[in-house]
């Protein structure tokens, strides 16, 4: 009895500790966020008083930049805090099966191993492996959908060929009522909504009389876990991720955030006609054909010319996606609101940790690209603040460029935690540094890591090859881009801020090119150099594998016919490889670099 007592009265001092001197961290991801933000300069109609009041309380990185433009390998980086070239994983394959991953810790087995209780929600990584989390409220969820009791449909609103993308890509509108609504085939629609595995129908009577969106629901269970949490006497510190799926696709919200951007008032971005002309994003991205099925690599051109072709001008267009995209960002906004006033509101203000950021950013037609994964600064800026009591200052502002591989070091240091991240000597050390001394010195603080910021790209590959994989700079006042080929884009963004001229190929700046090149080739692993080991892909070698793949393919091929019989061209009742790439070219036209 007297050993029992004594125990509890330890574990009783240990959690009085714990509470006194460890902040709380609350980690807030928004899915495909760019800068369409109040501070942060993107869009001058945007409307996120919430985001701003955080910034005023904290720090902005004006220069943060995500590791890889595509939502799962960059989340992989963010949470184990490895660059994809250490980890091998530049792709969509289940990131616990990279073997420099699962022998390293995440952000939140860190944190659980340093004393902290982990609670997350929403869509924070892809793959999402339940051992991670001691407590997890809602798994992604990228509903609302049309359903019309066999498909999901993109929204009744989207006119073709944009609707014909699909109903995740190609769907965008108001969440309103449906009644009386049907399909193409007359089929009543209804709206769906759920993760992948557990769907759902969704109410919406009224904008009064409906369920709440998945966004909203994770916006409840924060709120709902942080005034749990409120006035405990040596209660355990927390770490808690919160993952909003908008502005991703679809950009379905409730009809009020509409309401907030009237289509005819919309400003449209500065887009240079012809500015793609000089770039090499498309000379690295082909069309395999594989288990999947043939897919177009280059899907921001795919989705700017099928987005044009729907309406009348490119003006027209670009404003009903806009208007989207500022309405979804408003709805998250206002979640984001809740979490704050659950903290402001109470004893949590001053000893819990707030950042807020996002995967990747997304482009707005800007080089004939509406989409994220480029190299350029609209897919690879990402929103980035941070709110630490006592540590960073209000109001502050810093120019320096960072990523996101940045901030599991900085919660390490701002929380006190182990700086040993890795499980065994197969895992691999934190890539980035601290940003305790931006937070403190916004303008002067010391940095001590790179001058530049990384990020590579996500190119669909059986296996990856770190040393010639494509590759940015984002420095101070350049951006350097080194694809995978050897062509190359220089921008002098000091005074070419939306990166229209490339000076890769003028010798005035050789000079400069060079000290890039240098400077990518020393982050980045040297040819021949061992290869970070990787998931085992199936063999294709055999004869039996080819011609699995070859009956796949021609399945997925099967597949697309039924939803485009106009792409039989010679209306023989078969859709041939050559018919379908003819078709497929109409929305994503070939063009020679």
Request: overall charge positive.
């Amino acid at each position: 009895m007297k050993k029992i007592l004594i125990f509890a009265m330890m574990l009783s001092f240990a959690q009085i500790t714990w509470a006194a001197s460890s902040p709380n961290v609350i980690l807030i991801i928004c899915d495909d966020l760019n800068d369409y933000i109040q501070g942060f300069g993107g869009h001058p109609q945007a409307k996120t008083p919430n985001i701003l009041r955080l910034a005023h309380s904290g720090v902005t990185f004006t220069q943060a930049h995500c590791n890889i433009p595509i939502c799962g390998p960059s989340r992989a980086s963010l949470f184990t805090g490895i660059y994809p070239h250490n980890s091998g994983c530049f792709g969509f394959t289940k990131w616990d099966g990279y073997e420099v991953l699962k022998n390293s810790r995440t952000m939140m087995d860190h944190f659980r191993e340093n004393g902290y209780q982990t609670l997350g929600t929403g869509k924070l990584m892809h793959h999402m492996v339940r051992q991670e989390w001691k407590n997890y409220g809602n798994h992604a969820d990228y509903g609302p959908f049309v359903f019309d009791g066999q498909d999901k449909l993109p929204h009744p609103g989207v006119p073709a060929p944009y609707r014909e993308i699909g109903a995740v890509d190609g769907s965008y509108g108001p969440l309103v009522n449906l009644a009386g609504k049907k399909s193409l085939e007359g089929k009543p629609l209804v709206w769906r909504t759920g993760s992948w595995a557990d769907q759902r129908n969704m109410k919406v009577n009224s904008q009064a009389d409906r369920d709440l969106t998945a966004d909203e629901l994770n916006g409840q269970w924060a709120v709902d876990q942080l005034k749990a949490r409120v006035d405990k006497p040596g209660r355990q510190p927390f770490f808690m991720g919160v993952g909003f799926i908008r502005p991703h696709t679809p950009l379905i919200v409730p009809k009020k955030y509409f309401d907030m951007f009237p289509l005819d008032s919309i400003e449209l971005p500065v887009i240079r006609s012809g500015d793609v002309e000089d770039t090499f994003a498309r000379s690295i991205r082909g069309i395999p054909e594989g288990a999947d099925g043939p897919r177009s690599e280059d899907m921001g051109t795919r989705l700017f010319n099928t987005l044009v072709n729907s309406y009348e001008s490119q003006d027209e267009a670009l404003r009903h996606f806009i208007q989207s995209y500022l309405a979804s960002v408003a709805s998250v906004d206002d979640q984001i609101g809740r979490i704050l006033d659950a903290v402001d509101n109470s004893s949590l203000k001053d000893n819990t940790i707030i950042i807020l950021t996002s995967d990747h950013g997304w482009g707005m037609g800007q080089k004939n690209y509406l989409y994220k994964n480029s190299l350029w600064q609209e897919s690879t800026r990402v929103p980035l603040v941070i709110r630490a009591p006592g540590v960073a200052r209000a109001k502050g502002v810093s120019a320096q460029p960072v990523s996101l591989i940045d901030i599991y070091p900085t919660l390490v240091d701002l929380c006190g935690l182990s700086k040993e991240t890795r499980k065994n000597k197969k895992g691999h050390p934190l890539d980035g540094y601290s940003l305790r001394s931006l937070l403190v010195s916004p303008e002067k603080g010391k940095w001590s890591g790179p001058s530049s910021a990384l990020t590579a790209l996500y190119v669909w590959r059986m296996k990856y090859d770190p040393s010639k994989e494509n590759y940015a700079l984002r420095a101070k006042d350049w951006r350097y881009i080194r694809y995978a080929n050897g062509k190359e884009e220089l921008y002098f963004t000091k005074s070419d801020p939306h990166e229209w001229t490339n000076l890769a190929g003028n010798s005035p700046y050789a000079k400069t090119l060079n000290v890039f090149r240098q400077e990518l080739k020393s982050r980045i692993p040297v040819s021949g150099s061992s290869l970070p080991p990787q998931p085992p892909f199936k063999p294709k070698s055999t004869a039996a594998n080819k011609t699995d793949s070859k009956q796949s393919a021609e399945a997925w091929k099967t597949k697309y016919f039924t939803k485009h019989p106009a792409a039989d061209t010679n209306k023989d009742g078969k859709l041939s490889w050559p018919e379908y790439k003819a078709y497929r070219a109409k929305f994503d036209p070939p063009k020679s670099d």
